[in-house]
């Protein structure tokens, strides 16, 4: 005897997944043929260009729009779209955030983070670790812990700069689970003074509490067209950095990537 269950979810949920599956089956792939470009860029990075006819089925059509200016040197920037972003700081750590980098980013299990962790603290070098709070208390004494870190010797300059008041910015608003207060280093400390992975996630710690103080990012987001021999047009896609804040710190969410130089309108 066999039993099937089905509910109000798992109806609509089976046809979704049987309709995808109809047509992946009857899917016929069928060939294209597009044009690339590459541009120089600053220090001799590269950026490749995307024709905005973009896909043609029909290769000789293609051959022909290329031979046209496969000799041509350069491109012409005609048009430039741009819109102000931000790129929001963080809120204070809690112990699933501090899990879920741990695990990504140095391969970390569970139970050795918050084994790694809970040894910290019992140092004192950071606080109490098991917290589902990313909010500060309303006297939450943030000079205390950056007079800590002001003279320590990779983010010690961060530190006294927000000190003073430059890029220092009051922490977003997170959830207050009425526990612990988010994760925060407490005593400085250097690489030579803890383990290979002490450090990692001291570091993470640290870094992410400094951002999380500091200023949003700002940035253009830049849409640009190019002529090329003023006969077929390309575009490229990206960001220019405006303000750095929190990013500065905590490097690793930087979208270097995307960055592409400043043009105007003639280059």
């Not at 996630?201 to 021999?229: H, N, P, W």
């Not at 990013?247 to 930087?254: C, G, H, K, V, Y």
Request: glycine residues 8%.
């Amino acid at each position: 005897m066999h039993m099937i269950t089905y509910g109000p979810c798992q109806t609509p949920t089976l046809g979704f997944c049987v309709d995808q599956a109809e047509k992946i089956k009857k899917f016929v792939p069928e060939p294209y043929w597009s044009i690339e470009t590459v541009i120089a860029g600053d220090k001799g990075k590269a950026f490749q260009l995307k024709w905005t006819r973009g896909k043609i089925f029909e290769r000789s059509v293609v051959q022909i729009l290329h031979s046209r200016f496969c000799s041509v040197s350069s491109a012409e920037v005609i048009d430039i779209e741009k819109s102000k972003k931000y790129k929001g700081k963080p809120a204070g750590l809690n112990t699933v955030k501090m899990l879920k980098v741990a695990s990504k980013t140095y391969g970390m299990s569970a139970h050795d983070t918050m084994r790694i962790a809970e040894h910290l603290y019992l140092r004192g070098f950071i606080t109490y670790p098991r917290t589902e709070s990313t909010t500060y208390s309303s006297n939450f004494n943030f000079e205390e812990i950056l007079q800590q870190h002001q003279s320590h010797p990779e983010w010690g300059y961060y530190a006294a700069a927000l000190l003073r008041g430059e890029g220092f910015s009051k922490p977003q608003k997170g959830v207050d689970a009425g526990d612990h207060p988010p994760i925060t280093p407490v005593l400085s400390a250097t690489k030579s003074e803890l383990g290979d992975r002490e450090w990692k996630l001291y570091q993470f710690i640290t870094k992410t509490f400094l951002g999380s103080i500091s200023e949003d990012a700002v940035y253009d987001e830049v849409r640009v067209r190019f002529a090329v021999g003023q006969l077929e047009t390309f575009k490229l896609k990206g960001i220019v950095l405006k303000k750095r804040g929190f990013l500065e710190i905590m490097t690793w969410q930087a979208q270097n990537d995307k960055e592409i130089p400043t043009y105007k309108i003639g280059d």
